[in-house]
């Protein structure tokens, strides 16, 4: 059975940095697809970045798109977000996913989650 667990959200500064973490078990995840999303209250989930576990290659929405970077670590199996140049528009609550999406922005097309670690960014 597939579990996630992400963590690293916290509170930062506008301009500042977190790093996100998910720890990814109970399977191998070659052939994979690796995303973080974001939900900001009132506001529907939105897709942040994705990794393709098996060689790495990276998608990423326009609005992050050169401040965030997603990687992965498949011995550890954990996938990282690094965040960098936080904004208020970032302030939600950010949650890992693991699945075969044909699309890899359609939320829907992943199978597992994380529980979601809240990011706020103060201006």
């Known amino acids: 059975q597939v579990q996630l667990v992400d963590s690293g959200g916290g509170m930062v500064q506008a301009g500042g940095s977190l790093r996100l973490s998910c720890v990814a078990s109970g399977r191998s995840f070659g052939g994979y697809v690796m995303g973080w999303f974001r939900q900001a209250p009132g506001r529907e989930r939105e897709w942040v970045a994705a990794?393709?576990?098996?060689?790495?290659?990276?998608y990423y929405a326009d609005s992050v798109k050169g401040r965030f970077t997603i990687s992965r670590d498949n011995v550890k199996n954990m996938l990282y977000l690094q965040m960098n140049s936080l904004n208020s528009e970032d302030t939600a609550v950010y949650s890992c996913?693991?699945?075969?999406?044909?699309?890899?922005?359609?939320?829907?097309?992943?199978?597992?989650w994380g529980q979601g670690t809240q990011v706020t960014v103060s201006s």
């Open positions: 996913a693991a699945g075969h999406p044909a699309v890899v922005g359609m939320s829907r097309e992943y199978d597992n």
């Open positions: 990794i393709n576990w098996s060689d790495g290659s990276t």
